[in-house]
């Protein structure tokens, strides 16, 4: 049977659950465990697809097609273990499951409560889908003591007392003050923290203290002793200077040793961190730069692009530079200003997106990256935005555009039964805007002696997908006689995945998100690529 590993925070959020339960997951990976990661969420969506990223942050794809927590993607990046559907759940899905249940009979006729009914469906999520895993690891969203995540953290007690202390572990990461005014490291925070979490019925066996600065012996006894736990098991975690760190800081507190240690097992062989000393040693030595304009409406925030910056990173990591990122809100984007500000940038990257907002910036900064030769990649909306810029000034279709934006323009972008042997666009469509998308896993081929070709190396490739809009495929040889060539499509032919421009360094469009397949240990060849030609360009 697996062995169940409960993460939970406490004291403030964003203090690294997600970050901490990867690291620890590689650690127990590298010593020949099988381990799997999960994410419960407490919010009420049913899943993350329809929030602004200024709620959430960005929307994580994994290959079946779920949109998920950005966790996730930490998962993904320091495991290399793809995550599913069954992986990530939310208070939404829960309540939504539990009442589509009830109103088909399926409680006979009780009433339906939190407990036991609720509890029970979180219950069945934590062990659905589990075949021969060494571990699960769990990471409950939100913070202890928020009235949002009080079912999780009663399910989770039950799951403990059903399943034995001997196959359940709780790890609480807290945040360890440091009060510059009386020079003092304050650990009243972690107490309260930790007696919030008792007073529900958890008693943490692993308590995981996040500072930005390393605590003192006497203070890590004090958690210990107030806490309740072995002053072993009082792990501190210091702000590293780059996430890549985390495995190997983790590993030299002996998390997983104590994890090991409490489910009384012994290691079958050494951690390896050796490639994260390498990527790390890249990271922070490397002097040569290379400056990438990314141009959308969410750049201020930082979750909001979050594998597409940790992509960009990782194509850095590969050609030995680093990565200087430099973020254009493309609300307040001029067209008069944009040689001011891509004149001195080696690549320009347009990410995925929805509606008008901005729009018109990105039109204008895509047609100056191809008229000045400057490496661009455009991902997704990315793409359609540099079709309709090539529609309108090299087609010369003044009216080109995208049906999701503006109904009476000419769809080179649209739904694909919004469009007749003309390529105009013949019926609208009224649908949800949740599970609408062509979402997940989708294979793409590649025209044989292009860019993109050589870049795969390969003949077929399959990417994540997130969108509903599809470029007009009818508008195919127009475009291709004027020197943009589409040089990956779905496998009937009826969908462009990929474009590229003739006589230009590296102008590409892909209508998937790579970044969701970018590993620091592996990076995406297309990042790599894209930097390679940004690191070049000067």
Sequence with gaps: MARYIFVTGGVVSSLGKGLSSASLAYLLKSQGYKVRLRKMDPYLNVDPGTMSPFQHGEVFVTDDGAETDLDLGHYERFTNISSRQSDNITTGRIYSDVIKKERKGGYLGKTVQVIPHITNRIKEFIKKDITNEDFVICEIGGTVGDIESLPFVEAIRQFSNEHGKSKTLFIHLTFVPFLKSSDEIKTKPTQHSVKELRSIGIQ?????????????????????????????????????????????????????????KYFKIKSKKRANLNPWKKITKIVLNTKKTVDIAIIGKYVNLKDAYKSLDEALIHGGISNKVKVNLIRIESDNLKTNEIKKKLKNVSGLLIPGGFGKRGTEGKISAIKYARENKIPFLGICFGMQMAIIEFARNKLYIKKAGSSELDKKCYPVIGLIDEWDKNGKIIKGTDKDLGGTMRLGLYEAKLRNNSAINRIYNSKTIKERHRHRYEVNNNLKTQFEKKGLVFSGMSPDNKLPEIIELNNHPWFIGVQFHPEFRSRPLSPHPLFSSFIKAAKNHR
């Design 204 to 260: 943490p066996d692993i308590i995981i203290c996040r500072s930005q600065q390393s605590i003192p012996l006497d203070q890590r006894k004090k958690i210990s002793l107030f806490c309740n736990v072995p002053i072993d098991n009082v792990i501190e975690t210091v702000d590293v200077r780059t996430i890549y760190e985390a495995p190997i800081s983790f590993f030299n507190q002996k998390l997983d040793k104590q994890v090991l």
